[in-house]
């Protein structure tokens, strides 16, 4: 604490927007999603800094590196995807082709974890009004990794083994969000609106990529 400032260094759970905390929607912050009923937030990591005065506060935020969503694995062994999280549903095993049932070998086709977890962001927000009882608005805008990784894949029919192979891509897109949020609490009672909009940004991938799309 210095003075009106404020500094944070690590993994801090903040409420972005009530709309994404509410519901868990994992936009703004990484989830742990063992129990994908009841994910839990977990913050972003990075460096925090509040500035708040009588009337409000301003938080900025910036990081180097960021962290996905969490939960059980997922392993690729002898070809298939599996997983022990009960709500894992694996792709599929095979595909008709050439009018005969074809079997998929999936291989798993990982980057440098530098590629995936060296992923600069910041966010900034700003809020008029007490947050925990009165009238308070409050706005958010951060450039970000989305939080879930997306896949791509290529395939190829193998002539000698007669499996189709098809290879795993994960990516990590970036994405725009921004915020707003109107509310009034009490002891009793607490009402508001909330907005949220996410634009992601396309990634390059190559042409013979079938990609996963938001």
């Known amino acids: 604490e210095l003075s009106r ?4 260094i690590g993994r801090v759970r903040k409420s972005w927007s009530v709309l994404d905390q509410t519901w868990q929607l994992g936009i703004y912050q990484p989830r742990f999603v063992y129990d994908y009923l009841h994910p839990e937030t977990v913050g972003l990591f990075g460096v925090f800094s509040d500035y ?14 960021f962290i996905p969503d969490r939960g059980l694995p997922v392993s ?3 070809g298939k995807v599996g997983s022990v999280d009960p709500f ?10 050439q009018n005969q049932p074809t079997p998929i070998h999936y291989i798993l086709k990982r980057p440098p974890i530098s590629e995936l977890l060296v992923k600069p962001s910041f966010g900034v927000s700003a809020r008029a009004g007490d947050a925990e009882t009165g009238f308070s608005l409050e706005g958010a805008y951060a450039y970000k990794p989305i939080n879930q990784l997306l896949l791509a894949y290529s395939a190829l029919y193998n002539l000698s083994f007669e499996v189709a192979d098809a290879e ?3 990516r990590v897109l970036m994405h725009h969000v921004a915020s707003g949020d109107f509310t009034y609490r009490s002891q009793k009672v607490s009402i508001g609106t909330s907005v949220l909009r996410e634009v992601p940004v396309r990634d390059q991938t190559p042409k013979d990529w079938n990609t996963q799309e938001l």
């Open 168 to 170: 795993v891509y994960p």
């Open 5 to 8: 400032w404020s500094v944070q």
């Open 88 to 97: 894992f549903h694996a792709p599929i095993s095979e595909v008709v082709y």
């Open 76 to 78: 690729f062994e002898n």
């Open 52 to 65: 708040r005065w009588g009337g409000g506060t301003v938080s900025f935020f910036v990081s180097p590196i």
